[in-house]
């Protein structure tokens, strides 16, 4: 009995509130040592799922994935962009030390595509990170890619609208996300594994637009010519 | 019952046929006065030649030189062969094996020479003996009928009076060339062996087809998967003979009315068992459900890769092949969304921002990632599909303007001024002003 108890407590099913568990789950780190911190020195949860809840795109949200996308490519797993809302811009990837060749872009027809695309993604073993935009998704189907993803040992994040943080989902981790001032990105823990949720952190990412932190503006101001061309 | 293909004279008859008195050889109106409900077959020249072929391809794993001997003979050179097999019994036995694992009713006979191997085939009293005396004994008791003579030929010699190979080959040479022509004395000889009869030796086509017929039609994309199984393991077989590989299938599925509809399957890498294959066609079935009932599919593979040796496994095979598994799973994602589903980017070299990438097919690529570090400008990671007008006035400027001007050799002009700046919704946009004046955003720093 002690010994499912504390298989229990090492898998993260079961967590005391009083005191902060050191679990074994595997995980990879984000790259962002605040958040890591706030993850329980963790970070992303492997051969789970995770949600990211956004409103619109442009608020660093690629970025909070970008240190763990570098690692995997060049370890030789593959990273999947699964029904991307815009075009994942290959010159900018580069630039970021991404290695194009293992990133693969799908784009599935129907939903039904798109959870099969997933599922299978989930549970090969090539696969380092799959990052889908699903739209519309039942609880259901949340349930089954869970499953999926427990198949395998890969790191699956799913973007989802902010409206859905609401509802309560089978996933490990839920993060929601919202821009702030000075181009930081705030972090709102909504749920993790083996501890309170409810932590936050502000990830100050300026440096996507190419911007120094301390930098404001490098616009070059008019006076526009009115004929100019 | 089979008849021939001017439909007038019986080839052959089933057992049921025969016991009530229809022979090969009689005409089609005299069978059918014997049995009124005969079931009649045409031949297909074509397809007992495809048939002879298949035949040919197999046995030439066992055997370099054959020859076709249409419509239903053989000719392997097998006397070179006894060293490698280690005599002749070994090399019956394999061609008998062979014949067993795909239950073909066959006649082997071992002649000294092509014709007289084909002669004693065709009495069915073929043995294996390399002793010249005996096929010579076995070929004097032949009578003239099944010698092959012409039936010109063959009415002369018998109003002389022969009525066995061994009559004739008695006569003396010469007075055979001047009373009966130099076409029977050839043809005598050559079953002798006393004058050459040189083959050309038969090549294996660089292309594997296999065709099935169902003599019902088959509704079910369930049911095609059976007949299948068997051909892709031929394909399997063919493929290991040959140490090749292939990635692209083609499958052909003949309906009774309309026109075949032409699947093709393609792996994302080399790839050469049946198994794999089958899972693909499966999927692909799912997909597209059958327009109507087939009645006979032709695979047809006609790209072959030399195989390599399987890399990234240890000495015990205990890790999973990882690139094996990355072939698996594009497969089968191939197999399931369709060709244009799967992309790989890749920068590509201009100014534009449009044509700063393209897409490609997914490939494994084992190039090492050469380290060629280009100072690329900074770019946002999502670009939107077609620039969208801005609306709204952006909160904080942060760099700009850099001007993109180009594409007059191609006629997709652009000529824009770039800027980061901040929405009031916090995102980050890349926007730019275009020669009309007017606002756009082109991009998400995401």
């Not at chain 2, 000495?315 to 191939?334: C, F, K, V, Y």
Request: proline content about 7%; hydrophobic content about 40%; aromatic content about 6%.
């Amino acid at each position: 009995m002690n010994e499912l108890l504390s298989a229990l407590k090492q898998n993260a099913r079961i967590w005391q509130g009083h005191q902060p568990a050191h679990t074994s789950q595997p995980a990879e780190s984000t790259g962002y040592q605040a958040l890591d911190n706030q993850l329980g020195g963790l970070g992303w949860p492997r051969g789970a799922l995770s949600e990211c809840l956004l409103d619109t795109p442009g608020i660093g949200e690629l970025h909070l994935l970008l240190p763990l996308m570098q690692r995997l490519t060049h370890s030789g797993k593959t990273v999947f962009w699964l029904n991307p809302p815009h075009t994942p811009y290959a010159p900018a990837l580069v630039r970021e030390g991404v290695d194009l060749d293992q990133v693969v872009v799908i784009h599935t027809k129907d939903s039904g595509d798109f959870l099969w695309t997933l599922e299978n993604c989930l549970r090969s073993p090539v696969t380092g990170l799959v990052m889908a935009w699903p739209g519309k998704l039942a609880l259901r189907d949340v349930r089954r890619l869970q499953l999926a993803a427990e198949a395998g040992s890969n790191v699956c994040v799913l973007f989802r609208e902010r409206c859905h943080a609401a509802q309560n989902s089978p996933a490990a981790l839920r993060l929601e996300l919202q821009p702030d001032a000075n181009q930081c990105l705030h972090v709102q823990i909504l749920k993790r594994r083996g501890s309170w949720p409810g932590q936050h952190c502000e990830l100050p990412l300026p440096q996507r637009a190419g911007l120094a932190a301390a930098e404001t503006s490098r616009v070059v101001k008019g006076p526009w010519p009115k004929s100019a061309r | 019952m089979i008849v021939d293909a001017s439909g007038q004279k019986v080839l052959q008859a089933c057992t049921q046929a025969s016991s009530q008195g229809v022979q090969p050889g009689i005409r089609l109106k005299t069978a059918l006065s014997l049995v009124a409900d005969l079931a009649m077959v045409r031949t297909d020249p074509q397809q007992e030649a495809r048939v002879l072929q298949d035949q040919a391809r197999w046995l030439y794993r066992c055997a370099a030189h054959i020859t076709l001997v249409p419509p239903d003979g053989l000719l392997a050179e097998i006397g070179s062969l006894q060293k490698l097999y280690g005599g002749l019994p070994a090399v019956w036995e394999t061609v008998e094996q062979g014949l067993n694992e795909r239950r073909l009713t066959a006649w082997l006979g071992i002649g000294h020479t092509p014709l007289a191997a084909r002669l004693i085939a065709r009495t069915g009293k073929g043995e294996c003996s390399a002793d010249q005396g005996h096929m010579l004994r076995l070929l004097e008791q032949l009578p003239l009928a099944e010698a092959e003579f012409d039936t010109q030929a063959c009415t002369r010699l018998q109003r002389l009076g022969l009525n066995t190979l061994g009559n004739l080959f008695a006569l003396p040479a010469t007075e055979l060339a001047r009373r009966l022509g130099p076409k029977i004395l050839a043809h005598s000889q050559k079953i002798q062996g006393t004058r050459p009869d040189p083959q050309t030796p038969w090549q294996p086509p660089h292309r594997f087809r296999q065709q099935a017929d169902f003599v019902e039609d088959i509704e079910h994309s369930q049911g095609l998967l059976f007949p299948l199984q068997r051909i892709l393991s031929e394909l399997e077989e063919d493929l290991c003979w040959r140490q090749q590989e292939t990635d692209s299938l083609n499958l052909l599925l003949c309906y009774r009315y309309t026109e075949p509809t032409r699947l093709h399957i393609r792996t994302s890498g080399p790839e050469h068992r049946a198994e794999a294959f089958l899972n693909l066609i499966r999927l692909r079935f799912e997909q597209q459900p059958l327009q109507a009932p087939v009645v006979s599919l032709v695979l047809l593979v006609k790209r072959f890769i030399g195989r390599e040796a399987a890399s990234g496994q240890d000495l015990l095979g205990e890790t999973p092949d990882m690139n094996e598994a990355w072939h698996t799973l594009i497969s089968r994602l191939q197999a399931r969304l369709g060709d244009g589903a799967l992309q790989q980017l890749a920068p590509h070299a201009d100014h534009r921002p449009e044509q700063a990438w393209a897409s490609a097919d997914v490939q494994r690529k084992q190039r090492k990632a050469n380290a060629a570090e280009n100072p690329l400008p900074c770019r946002p990671l999502w670009l939107m599909r077609k620039p969208q007008p801005l609306h709204t006035k952006p909160q904080a400027w942060f760099a700009g303007p850099e001007r993109i001007s180009g594409g007059w050799w191609d006629g997709q002009r652009v000529q824009r001024d770039y800027y980061i700046a901040q929405l009031p919704s916090g995102q980050l946009a890349w926007v730019f002003r275009d020669a009309s004046q007017g606002w756009h955003i082109h991009g998400w720093f995401g």
